[in-house]
């Protein structure tokens, strides 16, 4: 989705934002505010047209490298040398996205919400997540099979998280959903032992 196309879909579609993605700015995500639904909201003044977004690279080494990479080449690093095998878009304290900033350099998208929660988020999603968003979007570039990963559900990773806050970052279960845009193969589950 180009750019500009970006922009006037989200005016004709009534959605709150777009946001660019990484080096090739041209990919957007619209995200919905709920100005428009929620008369009680109080008006704020969105950003005018597309916010740069970078996205933070985590060099995992069953990470795919170079140009094979769809990450490499969306975050802009594209030489031969570590793998890059996921683009983090969010404000998860390990790996925050940031945002272009007027003067040339970049806010964190964390410091960003904080200060214009109800310009992208809306109010009721502000006050439920108390500002930050609900969710970690990630693309992966997969050259080797990736570990197998145990996901708790809201209650054990509060506890997990409560016990031990160095391996368990963030409170948050981790509900998933995989959207392949390439050829991708993956395994859910455990065959029973019958």
Same mark, same amino acid.
């Given at each position: 989705?180009?750019?500009?196309?970006?922009?006037?879909?989200?005016?004709?579609?009534?959605?709150?934002?777009?946001?660019?993605?990484?080096?090739?700015?041209?990919?957007?995500?619209?995200?919905?505010?709920?100005?428009?639904?929620?008369?009680?909201?109080?008006?704020?003044?969105?950003?005018?047209?597309?916010?740069?977004?970078? &996205? =933070? %690279?985590?060099?995992? *080494? @069953?990470?795919? !490298?170079?140009? +094979?990479? #769809?990450?490499? /080449?969306?975050?802009?690093?594209?030489?031969?040398?570590?793998?890059?095998?996921?683009?983090?878009?969010?404000?998860?304290?390990?790996?925050?996205?940031?945002?272009?900033?007027?003067?040339? &350099? =970049? %806010?964190?998208?964390? *410091? @960003?919400?904080? !200060?214009?929660? +109800?310009? #992208?988020?809306? /109010?009721?999603?502000?006050?439920?997540?108390?500002?930050?968003?609900?969710?970690?979007?990630?693309?992966?570039?997969?050259?080797?099979?990736?570990?197998?990963?145990?996901?708790?559900?809201?209650?054990?990773?509060?506890?997990?998280?409560?016990?031990?806050?160095?391996?368990?970052?963030?409170?948050?279960?981790?509900?998933?959903?995989?959207?392949?845009?390439?050829?991708?193969?993956?395994?859910?589950?455990?065959?029973?032992?019958?």
């Amino acid at each position: 989705m180009a750019s500009s196309s970006t922009a006037s879909s989200s005016a004709q579609l009534g959605l709150g934002l777009g946001l660019g993605l990484g080096a090739m700015g041209g990919l957007g995500l619209l995200l919905p505010a709920d100005r428009e639904h929620d008369p009680e909201l109080e008006p704020c003044s969105p950003p005018k047209g597309v916010l740069r977004l970078r &996205g =933070a %690279v985590q060099h995992y *080494e @069953w990470g795919s !490298r170079g140009d +094979a990479s #769809l990450v490499a /080449r969306l975050a802009g690093e594209t030489e031969e040398g570590r793998p890059c095998a996921e683009l983090w878009m969010g404000t998860h304290p390990a790996a925050p996205s940031s945002l272009a900033s007027d003067d040339g &350099g =970049a %806010v964190s998208l964390r *410091e @960003w919400l904080a !200060r214009n929660p +109800a310009a #992208l988020l809306g /109010r009721v999603v502000t006050a439920r997540w108390d500002g930050d968003l609900p969710f970690l979007f990630k693309v992966l570039s997969v050259a080797k099979p990736l570990s197998i990963q145990a996901h708790p559900d809201r209650e054990l990773a509060r506890a997990l998280h409560a016990l031990r806050p160095t391996t368990y970052r963030d409170a948050n279960h981790k509900p998933e959903m995989a959207v392949a845009v390439t050829e991708f193969r993956a395994l859910c589950g455990f065959v029973s032992v019958q």
